[in-house]
């Protein structure tokens, strides 16, 4: 778990629970500017992208959908993660690139199905059940 992963779960749990605005903001904005820091990027980089008010409107302005849920995707995109949170939270909108739905599971992976011999079979192995609490 990376820090800037830290900083949007704490943000979402913030504005979930009725955070205050300033420590929605605090933790909003160190969770974008951690990558920015991990690639070496500059202050001047990072203020110029903060300063998009799409990214960030201001305290007091911070939305869960579009800022927090946005601004979380592009940051850990390549993280199993986003995907889990697209599961719970819709977001973002896909659409599937074969098929009528996108899936709701990983498959296993072969080495599960070849020394697991409580992994389902084929028939009951599939991608779009069983659907967890939130698919419901």
Same mark, same amino acid.
């Given at each position: 778990?990376?820090?800037?992963?830290?900083?949007? $779960?704490?943000?979402?749990?913030?504005?979930?629970?009725?955070?205050?605005?300033?420590?929605?903001?605090?933790?909003?904005?160190?969770?974008?500017?951690?990558?920015?820091?991990?690639?070496?990027?500059?202050?001047?980089?990072? #203020?110029?992208?903060?300063?998009?008010?799409?990214?960030?409107?201001?305290?007091?302005? $911070?939305?869960?959908?579009?800022? $927090?849920?946005?601004?979380?995707?592009?940051?850990?995109?390549?993280?199993?993660?986003?995907?889990?949170?697209?599961?719970?939270?819709?977001?973002?909108?896909?659409?599937?690139?074969?098929?009528?739905?996108?899936?709701?599971?990983?498959?296993?992976?072969? #080495?599960?199905?070849?020394?697991?011999? #409580?992994?389902?079979?084929?028939?009951?192995?599939?991608?779009?059940?069983?659907?967890?609490?939130?698919?419901?």
């Amino acid at each position: 778990m990376s820090y800037r992963e830290i900083k949007f $779960i704490e943000v979402e749990c913030l504005s979930r629970t009725g955070g205050s605005d300033a420590a929605i903001s605090t933790a909003y904005l160190a969770g974008i500017e951690a990558p920015f820091e991990e690639v070496d990027l500059t202050s001047t980089q990072y #203020n110029s992208y903060i300063g998009n008010a799409a990214v960030n409107p201001g305290v007091g302005s $911070i939305a869960l959908d579009p800022h $927090i849920y946005t601004q979380k995707y592009i940051e850990l995109f390549a993280q199993p993660e986003v995907y889990n949170d697209y599961r719970r939270t819709g977001f973002p909108n896909l659409t599937p690139t074969s098929g009528t739905q996108v899936p709701i599971r990983w498959n296993y992976s072969s #080495n599960e199905l070849l020394f697991n011999t #409580n992994t389902p079979g084929p028939s009951e192995a599939d991608l779009f059940k069983p659907k967890v609490d939130w698919d419901q």
